[in-house]
C-alpha cells in the first residue's frame, strides 16, 4: 500500500519519534509511507476553545492536502494518535458547517473515511495483530480519552501489544478513566486536571512498569510530567515506538538524538 502519514503538530515539533517509529514499522512491513508536506495543524486546538472561524483555515488546507487520497495517490492515511484522528472525523466538517463552509464540510468527511489511526490501520485495514516486534520490558497501556470514545480504536492497541515478543504487560488500575490533559483544561481548569493526574500517575506506579505507552504524545505528555516529577523512573513511549522494534533492530527514537549519540561516541 501506499500510506500517507499525517504527523501532528504535537509530534511534529515534540516528539518526532511518533512520527517516525510509525514510518518505520509500515516500511518494515513493506509500505511506502509519503509525507504531505503542506500539512499543519488539523484545527482540533481552534474547534476546542471555539475558534471555528480560524480553524476552518486550517481544515481547508489539511483537506486540500491530503484531499489526493480520494483520487487514489494514496491507499489510505494514517495518524500516530487518536486524539487527531477523532478530531478529522468528528470536528472538521461540524467546523466547516458552522462557519457555513458546506462544501468543505463533504470534503473533510471524505477525507475522513480514509484516515486511520495507526492500529486501526494495522488491525483492520492490513489485517495485522503480530506485526513482528519484540521489545522486553514491563508495560502498561493508557487508552486515551479520545481514543476510546471520539476514534474509538476499542481494544486494537492492545490487541496488537499481546502480541509484540517479550513483552509484559500489565494492566492500567481505571485505564478508562482521564488523566486530566485535555488539551486547553488542563490550563484552564489546572487545580482539577493536578488531581486527575495525580491518581493517574498512582495507578501506573502501582503496576510496577518500565514503560507507559499510548496512542498520543499530548497525554504521555502529561503523564510523563507527572511520573518525572516524582523521579518515579517510568519512561513513555507510543504504541508505533513498541511496534516498531524488533531483535535486530530496537527502535531508537529521535534521529537527531540518535545522530547527537553517535559523535558522543
Known sequence: ?????????????????????????????????????????????????????????????????????????????????????????????????????????????AVAERTYDLSELLVDVLGLTDVGAYFPHRVTYHPTCHSMRIAKV?????????????????????????????????????????????DKVSHVKATKAEILCAGDYSCLMHIGGGLSRLNSGVRIMHLAEILASTKDAPFIGNVAFQADVEVAR
Request: charged letters at 20%; aromatic letters at 6%; glycine letters at 10%.
Open 154 to 198: 476499542g481494544d486494537r492497541p492492545y490487541t496488537l501489544l499481546r502480541a509484540v515478543e517479550g513483552i509484559d504487560l500489565v494492566d492500567l488500575p481505571d485505564a478508562d478513566v482521564c488523566c486530566g490533559f485535555g488539551g486547553t483544561f488542563s490550563m484552564k481548569n489546572h487545580e482539577v486536571s493536578t488531581a486527575m493526574l495525580t
Open 1 to 109: 500500500m501506499r500510506i500517507a502519514l499525517f504527523a501532528t503538530c504535537i509530534a511534529d515539533t515534540m516528539f518526532p519519534q511518533a512520527p517516525q517509529a510509525t514510518v518505520t514499522l509500515l516500511e518494515r512491513l513493506g509500505h511506502e509511507v509519503v509525507f504531505p508536506e503542506g500539512q499543519v495543524c488539523c484545527g482540533q486546538m481552534h474547534a476546542n476553545t471555539g475558534y471555528f472561524k480560524q480553524g476552518a483555515k486550517l481544515i481547508r488546507n489539511h483537506v486540500d492536502t491530503f484531499e489526493p487520497v480520494l483520487d487514489g495517490e494514496w491507499d489510505a492515511i494514517v495518524v500516530p494518535s487518536g486524539s487527531c484522528t477523532g478530531a478529522t472525523r468528528h470536528e472538521q466538517a461540524l467546523v466547516a458547517e458552522h462557519v457555513g463552509d458546506h462544501d468543505l464540510a463533504k470534503r473533510a468527511d
